[in-house]
Each structure stands twice: as C-alpha cells, then as structure tokens.
C-alpha cells in the first residue's frame, strides 16, 4: 500500500483550506453586492387585460452603512412599475428606517402593497447555520425593530399594509382584489381574518405573505387567488451547482424556493430571493441577490379562463 507523505498531506490540507477561503470570500464580498434584475411573465390576467408590470422586491435585511445596495434600489424607480409588492424583512438594525425609504425613493411615488416579516419586528442574532436544516429548532429573537416607523412612512407614502387586510386597487385600468397576512414564520398569520372568496369583479386576485408556508398558501388558493406572492427563503442562499438549494428555511419544497410556480391547479406563486441577508450570515453562493419584474398578462384566449393550466416564461438581466 503506498504511503502518502507528510509533506503532500500538508500541501493538500493548505490547499483545501485555502479553496474554502476563496469561496468564503467570494460568497461574502462579491456575490452578496452583485445584484440582478430577474424578469418573468406569467399569465394571469382575464383575457382582453393590458399588461401589468409589477415589482417584486423583498428581504432587504437594510443595515445604514450598506450604501451600494442603497444605490441598486434607488435605480429600480427608472424600471417605472405600475405596482410595487414588498414582501417584508426590510430591517436588520435600529437605525435602518431612514435607509429603507431614501433607498425605496421613487417607488414610494408609485402604487404599492406591503407585509411585514420577522427581520421587520426584531433584529437577526447570531445562529449556527446548521439549524437551518432542522424546521422545528427553536427561534430566539433580537431586540424589538422600529417596525412601526416604517410602516408609518410606508402610509405616508401611498403604500398599503396588507397585514389582514383586503385591499380593492385598481392599477393601469386593471382591477385588482388584493389580501395578506402577518408572517406565517412566527406564527403570526391569521387567515381566517380575510378568508372568502375576492371581489369577483376584480380582474386580478393578488395573496401576498412573507414566508411562503404551505399552509397559508393552500388557503389563498382555496379562496381563488390567482397570484401569490411571497420572499422569507432567500433562495436557499446557498445553493450547488445542479442540485439547487440546500434548504428553504420553512416547509415549502426546494424546487419552489425562488422564482415563479404553480401552486395547485389554478394558482400562480412567485416567490423572491431577496436582495439582503442577514448580517450575521454575509453570504451568498449560486443565488444572487435579486428583484423581479413581473409582467403579468392575459391568459391566452385558447384557454377557457384565467384560471386554467399555463405554462410560465421567465428571463434575467442585470439591473445596470
């Protein structure tokens, strides 16, 4: 049997180590700051409905100092969305509020719909990662979030708080019924409180939550809701390369963990990656940063309602 040096044994561990240093440092100075612009189309408006673009944005995990994130979110105005949807989390420090609006700018001018999430509420605490990969470990939360500031300057704005709430809009000619809840991450959803079926005369029926729980989700669809939105997974933020994400961080399957899907037979789901992390977790790997425009239209008048099975298009492009 041959025997293995001293000296190539070293060599191998230096540069094994020095492999995962170089991926640590990549996932935590470049990848995290290299933000995307994703486009999907997604059919679910009536037939006969003029395109709607929608921006998806969530997860922000603001921090003051985080002045070329701030910079990315301000350009997403010249995007000019006719609806903007945040799905919560858009707070990782107590003086962050006043980083999460200058940043929003512009698309504070336009329509918008909001639910809060955990990173909302309280301040993210260190963690071993590895409790990731156990859905039932138990959750310690930081120091209370000035969540409610936020929300207030949310309001001014123009922009309306879903949390239990339906809300009838109409956006670019287009009706739409909308509905959220409180983050099923915490426990905090309560469904019953907007269960029914939405206005039947809206041509858009929009569910929005911050983490997509299947629970809530079966609820919405139920309901008939055409579109769901949600953020919380951060695309599994760290992800290999043909195999995906290693974890979803709620009970929603790995192949849903970003992007648009279908949810049940007559319901659409699209759920963001996010733009932030946590400041205690600075990484990400396979699975960049990213908001979505979504440019939401008819169903093909070959299909006999928007309800009905479709297939789903989607494309990328850098934000510049």
């Known amino acids: 049997m041959p025997v293995i040096s001293t000296s190539v044994l070293r060599r191998t561990a230096f540069g094994a180590a020095g ?15 290299a933000f995307v612009l994703r486009e999907a189309t997604m059919p679910v408006l009536r037939p006969g409905s003029a395109p709607l673009r929608v921006l998806h944005i969530s997860d922000l995990h603001m921090t003051p100092g985080q002045k070329l994130k701030q910079q990315w979110l301000r ?4 995007l000019e969305p006719d609806l903007v949807i945040n799905t919560g989390d858009n707070l990782s420090h107590q003086k962050a509020v006043p980083a999460v609006v200058q940043s929003l700018g512009g698309l504070l001018s336009r329509p ?7 990173n909302d509420y309280f301040a993210p605490v260190p963690k071993n990662p590895l409790k990731y990969f156990d859905k039932n470990h138990k959750r310690v939360h930081g120091a209370p979030l000035p969540w409610k500031d936020l929300r207030a300057a949310f309001n001014e704005r123009g922009w309306l708080d879903l949390t239990h709430t339906r809300r009838d809009i109409e956006v670019g000619g287009i009706r739409i019924a909308s509905a959220g809840v409180d983050d099923p991450h915490l ?30 989700l079966d609820r919405f669809a139920e309901d008939g809701y055409d579109l769901i939105l949600a953020g919380h997974t951060h695309g599994g933020q760290l992800c290999l390369p043909g195999y995906g ?15 648009p899907s279908k949810w049940g037979a007559h319901t659409r789901l699209h759920v963001s990656a996010g733009i932030g992390t946590s400041p205690w977790a600075p990484y990400r790997f ?24 479709h297939g789903i298009s989607t494309s990328q492009a850098v934000a510049r």
């Open 245 to 259: 994400a290693l974890v979803t961080n709620c009970d929603i399957d790995r192949s849903r963990v970003k992007g």
């Open 187 to 216: 426990q905090r959803d309560r469904y019953d409180t907007i269960a029914g079926a939405p206005n039947p005369l809206a041509d858009l029926r929009i569910g929005v939550t911050h983490s997509p729980e299947p629970r809530v």
């Open 286 to 309: 396979c699975c960049r940063p990213e908001a979505t425009l979504l440019t939401l239209v008819a169903v093909p008048p070959t299909q006999p309602t928007a309800d009905s099975g």
């Open 19 to 33: 492999a995962a240093a170089a991926g640590v440092g990549y996932a935590s100075l470049i990848e995290r700051n």
């Open 75 to 78: 350009e997403l105005d010249r």
């Open 112 to 118: 918008g719909l909001f639910v809060f999430g955990s």
